[in-house]
């Protein structure tokens, strides 16, 4: 494993752009001109970009596919793909600074409509995520020759060869890793999988090739400054990164719903919710051990797909309320008829569904190991309980079950602490991380 090699190498980058630091004082307050790079697009890239748009940093942002909405090319789309596309709009950046690279992210999407998934997309083939992330990072690399800029901001996966040329042209290289260190992880699933052979099916991470691993080692050899989400992440790079090149901040919480009514009836369901793939990282076994011990007392719904066929999972999917996906609004109005969201990942860099659940006035059932435990207090909020521990689930669920009056509480703690973490504190801490890092 490489993790000596990668803590020793911590400081190279910033020690081989030294004389383009050095010419910090030169532009005195000069506001740094950054190009931001993502493939796909997400909620923290969003709000990335317009942080620095709003504070005059963007210099271009990269991606595949940046759509307009009002495009009359969507009529002619087939509904699954015009729904794709949708999701693709980038209204917060201006339209002269978006580029895109969007033949393979195109055709790999059209492939898992037209069920050409395997024969297309599959493992690392050309038009496969990692495929299609490879092209785009080279594509984002050709580029920083023809603009004159300071920093490039790359996500895990697309940013190796962007960060070679930056290095070459002492261009500083900053990298965001939105997952928890590939071989901590991996080792925590391999004795998971070993642990609970009934879902060792359900670990597409255990998937992952070691050469895919070891370029997303280099991306983080070559990185000056590395932005986590969360401690969580911070401590699965333990050993593995300087400390001093890590930046965590956390991810933001959507607007605050109005407050809600908490059912009190004392033989009312508690009604659960999880949101996120049906995968044994995100806890589903353990989750539905506990779902099992409570029996009528709980009616559990589900959001999210399906993995690899599993007789537990399937049986769950068939007996409570599933939907395999649905759009954020629809999350949204599901959580509002919640009672407590339940996400107990073995490994959870983040989990924006804990920050959409607290907006909601929804209480959450967590483990140490989500991102966004780090907005939580046990037993303001909701709890905090041990990985791998469906009894320690079933027991919270309990207390919820009996005591109504601390779970409207919580839902009022909730809602406080979301309206505190805001998308727009996460942009204006970003945008002060950033600037810190460039001006070391």
């Known amino acids: 494993m490489p993790s000596t090699e990668l803590a020793n190498s911590a400081k190279t980058n910033l020690e081989a752009r030294s004389t383009a630091t050095s010419d910090s004082a030169d532009r005195g307050m000069k506001k740094p001109s950054v190009l931001i790079s993502h493939p796909t697009g997400n909620q923290n890239?969003?709000?990335?970009?317009?942080?620095?748009?709003?504070?005059?940093?963007?210099?271009?942002?990269?991606?595949?596919?940046?759509?307009?909405?009002?495009?009359?090319?969507?009529?002619?789309?087939?509904?699954?793909?015009?729904?794709?596309?949708?999701?693709?709009?980038?209204?917060?950046?201006?339209?002269?600074?978006?580029?895109?690279?969007?033949?393979?992210?195109?055709?790999?999407?059209?492939?898992?409509?037209?069920?050409?998934e395997e024969l297309l997309s599959s493992g690392e083939r050309p038009f496969s995520v990692v495929g299609m992330y490879r092209n785009f990072d080279r594509r984002v690399a050709e580029r920083l020759h023809r603009i004159k800029i300071d920093a490039v901001?790359?996500?895990?996966?697309?940013?190796?060869?962007?960060?070679?040329?930056?290095?070459?042209?002492?261009?500083?290289?900053?990298?965001?890793?939105?997952?928890?260190?590939?071989?901590?992880?991996?080792?925590?699933?391999?004795?998971?999988?070993?642990?609970?052979?009934?879902?060792?099916?359900?670990?597409?991470?255990l998937t992952d090739s070691q050469g895919h691993m070891e370029w997303k080692d280099e991306e983080l050899r070559r990185a000056d400054v590395i932005f986590v989400a969360s401690q969580h992440v911070r401590r699965t790079l333990a050993g593995v990164v300087a400390d001093e090149k890590i930046r965590v901040v956390n991810y933001g919480a959507p607007p605050v719903q109005p407050a809600r009514?908490?059912?009190?009836?004392?033989?009312?369901?508690?009604?659960?919710?999880?949101?996120?793939?049906?995968?044994?990282?995100?806890?589903?076994?353990?989750?539905?051990?506990?779902?099992?011990?409570?029996?009528?007392?709980?009616?559990?719904?589900?959001?999210?797909?399906?993995?690899?066929?599993?007789?537990?999972?399937?049986a769950a999917c068939r007996r409570w309320r599933w939907f395999e996906t649905v759009s954020h609004d629809k999350v949204l109005e599901v959580m509002k008829q919640s009672d407590v969201l339940v996400l107990p990942s073995?490994?959870?860099?983040?989990?924006?569904?804990?920050?959409?659940?607290?907006?909601?006035?929804?209480?959450?059932?967590?483990?140490?190991?989500?991102?966004?435990?780090?907005?939580?207090?046990?037993?303001?909020?909701?709890?905090?309980?041990?990985?791998?521990?469906?009894?320690?689930?079933?027991?919270?669920?309990?207390?919820?079950?009996h005591d109504r009056n601390i779970l409207a509480e919580m839902s009022q703690n909730a809602r406080a602490t979301a309206a505190e973490n805001s998308w727009a504190v996460y942009r204006a801490n970003w945008a002060t991380a950033l600037r810190g890092a460039l001006c070391k």
């Open 261 to 314: 009514e908490i059912a009190r009836e004392a033989d009312a369901p508690l009604k659960v919710l999880f949101v996120g793939a049906l995968i044994q990282r995100k806890g589903i076994g353990y989750l539905l051990d506990a779902i099992e011990k409570l029996g009528p007392q709980v009616e559990l719904t589900l959001i999210g797909t399906r993995f690899a066929p599993n007789a537990r999972v399937d």
């Open 45 to 116: 890239l969003r709000n990335a970009l317009r942080s620095l748009a709003e504070n005059e940093m963007l210099a271009e942002f990269w991606t595949t596919i940046a759509w307009d909405r009002e495009s009359r090319w969507n009529r002619f789309l087939p509904a699954g793909l015009r729904t794709q596309f949708a999701r693709r709009a980038y209204a917060d950046a201006p339209k002269e600074r978006i580029h895109r690279v969007p033949w393979r992210e195109t055709v790999r999407l059209g492939a898992k409509l037209f069920f050409l």
């Open 346 to 401: 073995l490994s959870e860099a983040f989990g924006l569904v804990v920050t959409e659940a607290l907006s909601c006035g929804v209480p959450v059932i967590i483990t140490p190991n989500v991102g966004a435990g780090d907005l939580v207090s046990d037993g303001r909020e909701g709890f905090i309980v041990p990985v791998c521990s469906s009894d320690a689930i079933a027991e919270r669920l309990t207390e919820l079950i």
């Open 153 to 205: 901001y790359a996500y895990e996966g697309g940013a190796l060869k962007t960060f070679d040329e930056a290095r070459k042209l002492k261009i500083a290289s900053i990298y965001e890793l939105p997952s928890g260190y590939w071989y901590w992880e991996r080792d925590l699933l391999l004795k998971e999988a070993e642990a609970n052979p009934e879902f060792a099916g359900l670990h597409p991470k």
